[in-house]
């Protein structure tokens, strides 16, 4: 186990565009490119070991990205970050590479920075906070029962341990912490959906940008 | 970079990724410092695009410029089509998120006849007008190549320039020519007479076009600055010639997702329905070294896990003895796959196989082309039964139980016979499966075969020949069918509408422009895919036009008819090509180049030399 590591990462910009699947192959070719000696699965068809914790939705920025590999070789944690840096697409970027001391699914809870874009950010503020206020937020979550996949309603009033919001001038500044356990992970544009339903016009653009991921006694996951 | 107003749209699409630029290796530069903007198109998917090797090239060698900068575009899917116009926005290259319209020079690759009502679609989107005569600023000026180039007379009114033959040199120098016409503060018409003078441009709009009642050519007149014939440019040392040492490596998977080593430029064999063996003459070579220094470059830069060497042929290369052991000494440790595409049946030696093994398994292809022996040597394809059975005995004995089959339906001479061959030689191949003793336990063989339609295509010898009509088609097909007995083999076909379409295209002349655009606006685009494609709109076009497609597809021409395309040169002669018709006839072969030169002409493109001679 103790050549195992954990490097942190920011997929930003049009990064987010990349679905996981996709950044799954970009970095494995950023590794490969910059020659990190890295373990690979034995077999007929190895590939490289290499494990993300708590994907990112299509179309979030993430300033706390994690993937595990294993060093099979020597080289220094500075040495691996530099060189994954050039070897990376712009918008992705390794901030900091370190012996894992957690377990992933100890990662309780997630804080995202929104930004909502509209016309009248007052009034989609006040709808908001309206939303935050009700006994209860519902949405639709996709489930499955037994072997069938459906719809439930479900509250994920609950799932929301705290936020913070305030107007800007074209947009509305949202902070939010979320629960994002294997079982309780929300996604952050679940909670949008339901808190901006009864809005009246059209928002702009939506900027999920994922800041901090957390234990659940509130220390930072590393 | 994208705007928001941009952004905004790619919440809204599938694989957003396609349209956002950003790319590892993909080169922004800043657009004051640049004398020149250079838009390369691709009219189909991005994932397509970007897998052609062609636009790797000449982005990269536009890119090396200080003064230009060459971005990419793609025809956008239909739903970023939707939004693009919904709320008018322009159709804009990744890099830099700049609509089409801004750029002076855009630049489309013609890769296939199917493309053509895309490149329309990307222009107008890009707001850009489609006909080079409603163009008239100096910039942006519309260029073509690509194989289609050969013959672009369909596409004529749309193109200010074609560039017949291979763009590294040619690119350069119409760049040159079009700052210097910028920085004058020169006009359209100017510029063009001055591109015309160079070799391998060709302007259509300098070349008038009479017909006879018949509808067929009577001549065909330059006029301005025009040569009578634009011969088409070749690099002659492909060692020297430039290539990229980088590719953008795209974030989505793309159709051919892995670094591309180029090996020879040109093909001995000269089967006569293939265009591309004729196009691309004479045969020039890398060294082993230049393609092993090139392939593990690109590997390096691009972080791929798979390279695959690039040609007409590639076990044809003589070079290729020593590359395979030299790459694999690179390539093995670092757990890259060296893919081998098109290898032929007759040279595929025990050696060679060996070697393949220590890679990954991928399927075994052969391509027969045709049924029987006869059919065979009437295009000149040179496999025989024996050499396919014993190389597929040889692949099951090396623990393939796959085999796919290539061949073609509607050749000229082709009865029903060579079509019951087709099934009859899919039968043995499956039979010599069940001859291997140690056939491993439990499994069965699988043998796929493919059948193409045969489209006929300029600069072959078959150029004359009347392509097989859809109701001809169908009975072939119908008869293949019936003579197959068994589950193991699996049969597939292309649909005949879209290679009559791709037929009508490929030998067609001007008076199709129009029917081109009339097709576009009813809304025709993506006509290579079987989704998309509207033929009954296509026909509304034609008949709106007063044109019949059958003019074009399904009639014999005859020797003395002037072609559309003969004011292009490519070196090949007509009169070898007639030769090569006649032999076709007789089911006669023409030797491959490298047993005896057929003296087909495109030599004299190359100072005379041929690396086949
Ligand atoms: S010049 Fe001769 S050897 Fe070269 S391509 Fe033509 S026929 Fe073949």
New interface residues.
């Given amino acids: 186990m103790q050549n195992d590591i954990r490097i942190f990462f920011t997929k930003t910009g049009m990064a987010k565009y990349i679905s996981h699947l996709d950044l799954m192959r970009c970095m494995s070719r950023a590794f490969k490119r910059a020659q990190i000696p890295l373990w690979f699965t034995e077999g007929f068809n190895p590939h490289l070991f290499m494990t993300f914790a708590r994907p990112l939705s299509l179309g979030q920025e993430s300033l706390c990205e994690v993937v595990d590999v294993r060093l099979v070789g020597e080289m220094t944690f500075k040495e691996l970050q530099t060189r994954m840096n050039a070897a990376l697409p712009q918008d992705i970027t390794v901030v900091s590479v370190q012996k894992p001391v957690h377990k992933p699914s100890e990662i309780a809870v997630a804080e995202y920075e929104i930004k909502l874009f509209s016309d009248s950010p007052d009034a989609l503020c006040d709808c908001i906070k309206s939303g935050f206020a009700a006994p209860q937020i519902t949405v639709l979550k996709k489930a499955k029962q037994g072997r069938k996949k459906i719809e439930k309603e479900i509250d994920i009033k609950p799932n929301v341990l705290s936020f913070k919001i305030t107007v800007q001038d074209t947009y509305v500044l949202l902070h939010v912490s979320l629960t994002a356990g294997d079982q309780n992970n929300i996604n952050p544009t679940l909670l949008l959906s339901a808190l901006t339903n009864g809005f009246p016009s059209e928002i702009e653009n939506t900027e999920i940008l994922k800041t901090k991921i957390l234990l659940e006694n509130g220390e930072q996951f590393c | 970079m994208?705007s928001?107003a941009q952004?905004?749209l790619?919440?809204k699409v599938q694989k957003?990724?396609r349209y956002?630029?950003?790319?590892?290796n993909s080169v922004v530069k800043n657009k004051a410092e640049v004398k020149l903007r250079y838009a390369f198109c691709f009219p189909d998917s991005y994932e397509i695009g970007m897998s052609h090797l062609g636009m790797k090239i000449l982005y990269s060698l536009v890119n090396e410029r200080a003064d230009a900068w060459c971005e990419r575009a793609f025809a956008p899917w239909e739903d970023m089509e939707a939004l693009l116009r919904e709320n008018r926005m322009p159709l804009y290259a990744l890099e830099s998120g700049d609509a089409l319209s801004e750029f002076d020079m855009i630049g489309f690759t013609l890769q296939y006849e199917l493309s053509y009502s895309n490149v329309l679609n990307m222009l107008d989107l890009g707001g850009v007008p489609i006909r080079s005569a409603d163009r008239t600023d100096l910039t942006p000026i519309v260029v073509g190549g690509g194989p289609c180039a050969c013959n672009p007379e369909p596409m004529a009114d749309f193109f200010d320039i074609f560039l017949p033959g291979e763009g590294e040199e040619v690119t350069n120098e119409l760049i040159d020519l079009l700052i210097a016409h910028k920085e004058k503060g020169s006009d359209k018409l100017s510029f063009l007479r001055e591109a015309a003078k160079i070799e391998g441009v060709y302007v259509p709009a300098f070349y008038d076009v009479s017909y006879h009642a018949d509808g067929t050519i009577e001549a065909v007149t330059p006029k301005e600055t025009a040569p009578a014939t634009v011969k088409k440019r070749i690099i002659s040392d492909l060692d020297s010639v430039y290539y990229p040492e980088k590719f953008v490596?795209p974030?989505?998977?793309i159709v051919h997702d892995r670094a591309v080593a180029e090996v020879f430029r040109g093909c001995i064999r000269g089967c006569r329905f293939c265009q591309a063996g004729f196009i691309y003459r004479p045969i020039r070579e890398k060294s082993s070294d230049t393609v092993n220094r090139q392939a593990k470059c690109l590997c390096?830069?691009?972080?791929?896990?798979e390279v695959s060497l690039c040609s007409l042929s590639t076990s044809d290369y003589t070079g290729i003895e020593s590359l395979i052991p030299k790459m694999f000494q690179w390539a093995l440790p670092?757990?890259i796959n060296v893919a081998l595409p098109s290898l032929r049946v007759d040279n595929f030696s025990e050696e060679l196989m060996e070697e393949l093994k220590k890679v990954?398994k991928s399927g075994l292809t052969f391509a027969p082309e045709a049924g029987t022996q006869r059919l065979r040597d009437a295009i000149n394809k040179n496999v025989t039964e024996e050499e396919v059975l014993k190389t597929s005995a040889q692949a099951f004995r090396g623990g393939w139980t796959s085999v796919k089959l290539y061949f073609m339906m509607g050749l000229p001479t082709e009865t029903l016979e060579d079509i019951a061959g087709i099934a009859e030689l899919a039968q043995k191949v499956v039979n010599e499966f069940y001859k291997n003793p140690d056939k491993p336990k439990g499994k069965g063989v699988t043998v796929s075969i493919s059948v193409a339609s045969f489209v006929p295509k300029p600069f072959t010898p078959f150029q004359w020949e009347p392509q097989d009509t859809m109701e001809q088609l169908v009975e072939k097909q119908k008869h293949l069918i019936e003579n197959v007995h068994t589950h193991k083999i699996q049969v597939s076909w292309h649909q005949s509408r879209t290679s009559f379409l791709e037929g009508v295209f490929a030998r067609g002349d001007r008076k199709l422009c129009n029917v081109i655009e009339s097709a576009w606006r009813k809304g025709c685009k993506f006509d290579g895919w079987d989704e998309y494609f509207l033929f009954d709109k296509w026909m509304e076009a034609f008949e709106e036009n007063g044109i019949d497609p059958a003019f074009y597809s399904n009639r014999r021409r005859d020797f003395s008819e002037i072609l559309p395309w003969d004011h292009l040169d490519y070196g090949i002669r007509k009169a070898f090509l007639e030769e090569e018709n006649k032999k076709a006839h007789e089911s006669v072969t023409t030797p491959h180049c490298r047993q005896k030169c057929a003296a087909c002409g495109a030599a004299k493109l190359n100072g005379g030399h041929c690396d086949a001679k």
């Avoid at chain 2, 956002?20 to 590892?24: F, K, N, P, V």
């Avoid at chain 2, 390096?300 to 896990?305: A, V």
């Fill in positions: 994208l928001r952004e905004k790619l919440a957003p990724a956002t630029g950003g790319e590892l490596v974030f989505i998977d390096d830069s691009t972080g791929y896990d670092e757990k990954r």
